[in-house]
């Protein structure tokens, strides 16, 4: 699939490689399924917009601990499956709003995956970190090795 792009690291490099698939032919059924493969083969997933100053503290914070991250950039992936990831990232996130509402796709990111699964956004991962449940939780995921 051409068109999903990662990058290995928060740190701010211009290196990307295209989501290697094992079968050329084979190909994503939907949004969430990209999700879930794609947590389940790193340690930390960060899905983001480059844009967002919320996604850039996500990327730097776990930068400044070591963790080598793979980011996501949904701005950068081709619309279609950009639109899938971001309704399924939407829906595993849940109601954010009053009355049961679903939260919107936008708000869903930036979207933290630690050992598969999903830690959160800005808010749940600086709760972590004050918390100090943070780091054994990347140590466990085998994200960070000190």
Not at 1 to 14: I, N, S, V
Request: charged share 20%.
């Amino acid at each position: 699939m051409q068109g999903l792009h990662y990058r290995r690291g928060a740190a701010e490099t211009k290196r990307r490689a295209g989501l290697q698939l094992r079968n050329p032919a084979e190909r994503f059924e939907s949004g969430a399924e990209a999700v879930e493969r794609l947590a389940a083969e790193n340690a930390v997933l960060i899905f983001s917009v480059t844009s967002c100053c919320m996604c850039h503290v996500v990327k730097r914070l776990l930068c400044s601990l070591g963790v080598n991250s793979v980011v996501c950039e949904l701005d950068e992936v081709e619309e279609g499956l950009s639109g899938d990831i971001r309704r399924a990232l939407a829906s595993m996130v849940g109601g954010g709003g009053s009355g049961g509402e679903k939260m919107s796709a936008a708000a869903a990111l930036p979207a933290v995956f630690v050992g598969g699964k999903l830690l959160g956004g800005l808010d749940r991962l600086m709760a972590a970190h004050i918390s100090g449940e943070l780091v054994p939780s990347l140590k466990e995921a085998g994200a960070l090795w000190l």
